[in-house]
């Protein structure tokens, strides 16, 4: 998540003139410039800039909204093996029902931000949640995989376009909080995927063990999530707030939090000198083409490589507990678990990693976790699945602090939009086989030591590209 210095620093008056730049170059993406509208009119009080109740509605909103970008996937991995044996699957169109959310990701979170430019970014969300809510009420009962498969496109289409939007809400409505609000949505985004986990095998059997019903009843958090957001487009007149008015729809943070961050993001901005600091609030185009730059493609194949671990983890890991002996209810709870881990760390990495020139160890100490996780299911499955379940709930974490990472490779707000929509589709495309490749070799082999092998090769992968893509350097320099 693109965290900097900067944005977790409380605005003075000369931070004020830098966000105010920052935002007209914003504007020229259908974003409006905030402080001149405020400006012009005398104050945040004026009709042109949203209240205090509708910043309320947007964090709101956007606490809703990520708490729906992964029942639809987490759900399902506890009921894989009920679902398989409804629909008459195989292993690897299982395998290839694990990928459709990597493939959504990379073709529709694309037309997220042209999109946004058009209609503009909340109502590209509310007609996201709309998506969801449809595809998970229809996917259990239109019949057939086909059908399955096509409800499934339907409600990760809305993922992929609002997953990619939350960063844009968050910079557009609150400009001087990016990094907490960017952590209070990673948090809720990480208890959706843990409570859909934990809940769905419960549920299901509260509702007469029909999976179908299990996995549907998930459309109804979808229903909610619409309702702040129908709101906030009544106001067609708002305007993105001055830091100071956006701080006040956020949770305050202590003294010391403020002081620590402010006297941190100085010592930096003395030690980089004048120009630096300038180059750093600007917002021109990268000087460089993206594809040309090795970082880029470090970041790319790194982000890929995590969230294939990822959906390999949510798909897969419960019906490995559940081969090993573990009953379907413990299962979900240890895919819980694994997931529950992004919850504390999605807010404790990204602060981590924005005071750190190079990001490699924490890559390292995220793949170690997640190579002894993949030891341990080999060795002792069901024996120490509670603490495989940790551990690979810590490798996960590699999510945010990609996101982190691509805000840190380049100086200017143009470059990092450049960079994340690269490495996000890049990422979401590379991602596309490992889950597929995960159901067709258990599958073949008829156990889960040749998947766990090939687990295990794609996190080497992944360390490797993430201590390149961590190093200290920005993409503009064109390395």
């Known amino acids: 998540m693109p965290v900097k210095d900067d944005d977790l620093r409380p605005p003075s008056d000369s931070s004020r003139a830098s966000a105010s730049g920052a935002s007209g170059a914003s504007g020229a993406s259908g974003v409006p410039d905030a402080s001149d509208a405020s400006r012009a009119s005398g104050g945040a009080a004026k009709t042109g800039q949203p209240s205090a109740w509708v910043l309320r509605l947007v964090v709101v909103g956007l606490v809703l909204a990520a708490l729906n970008l ?19 699957m195989n292993g690897t169109v299982a395998g290839l029902l694990t990928s459709v959310p990597s493939f959504c990701f990379a073709v529709f ?6 999109l946004a430019r058009r209609w503009g970014p909340a109502a590209v969300v509310l007609v996201g949640m709309v998506a969801i809510t449809a595809g998970l009420a229809l996917r259990p009962f239109v019949g057939g995989t086909a059908g399955f498969l096509a409800a499934s496109v339907l409600a990760l289409a809305g993922i992929a376009v609002s997953n990619v939007l939350m960063p844009v809400v968050v910079k557009h409505w609150f400009p001087g909080r990016v990094g907490p609000m960017t952590g209070l949505y990673s948090m809720a985004l990480a208890l959706g995927t843990a409570s859909a986990a934990a809940v769905t095998v419960p549920m299901t059997e509260a509702l007469g063990g029909s999976w179908q019903l299990g996995l549907a009843a998930w459309a109804l958090l979808g229903v909610v999530a619409m309702a702040p957001w129908a709101a906030v487009l009544r106001d067609r007149g708002s305007r993105a707030p001055e830091p100071d008015a956006a701080r006040e729809a956020v949770p305050e943070r202590t003294e010391a939090a403020e002081r620590a961050e402010e006297a941190e993001g100085a010592e930096r901005s003395a030690a980089s000198g004048p120009d630096a600091r300038a180059d750093a609030g600007a917002d021109a185009e990268p000087a460089v083409r993206i594809t040309s730059s090795p970082t880029a493609w470090a970041l790319g194949i790194f982000f890929g490589l995590q969230a ?76 120490g699945a509670w603490l ?22 380049s100086r200017s707000s143009a470059g990092v939009v450049k960079l994340s929509a690269f490495a996000q589709s890049t990422g979401y495309l590379i991602s596309i086989p490992g889950p597929l490749l995960v159901g067709a070799l258990h599958d073949t082999s008829g156990g889960w030591h040749v998947p766990l092998l090939l687990m ?24």
Do not use: K
């Not at 671990?309 to 002996?325: E, K, N, S, V």
């Open 388 to 409: 495989w379940a940790l551990m690979l709930g810590v490798s996960n974490c590699a999510f945010p602090l990609a996101l982190t990472m691509i805000g840190m490779r």
């Open 308 to 383: 294939s671990a990822a959906y390999i983890t949510m798909g897969w890991l419960p019906q490995i507990f559940r081969d090993a002996g573990v009953s379907a209810s413990s299962a979900g709870l240890m895919l819980a678990v694994t997931m529950g881990m992004g919850v504390p760390l999605s807010f404790v990495l990204p602060r981590m990693a924005a005071r750190m020139r190079h990001q490699g160890p924490l890559v390292l100490a995220l793949g170690v976790c997640g190579l002894a996780g993949y030891a341990g299911l080999w060795f002792a499955p069901a024996d």
């Open 70 to 88: 992964r029942p639809a996937i987490s759900g399902l991995g506890p009921l894989m093996e009920e679902v398989r044996d409804g629909l008459g």
């Open 109 to 114: 979170g694309g037309l997220a931000p042209r």
């Open 456 to 479: 295990t090769v794609l996190m080497f992968g992944q360390i490797a590209m993430g201590v390149l893509a961590g190093r200290d350097r920005v993409i503009e320099d064109g390395r």
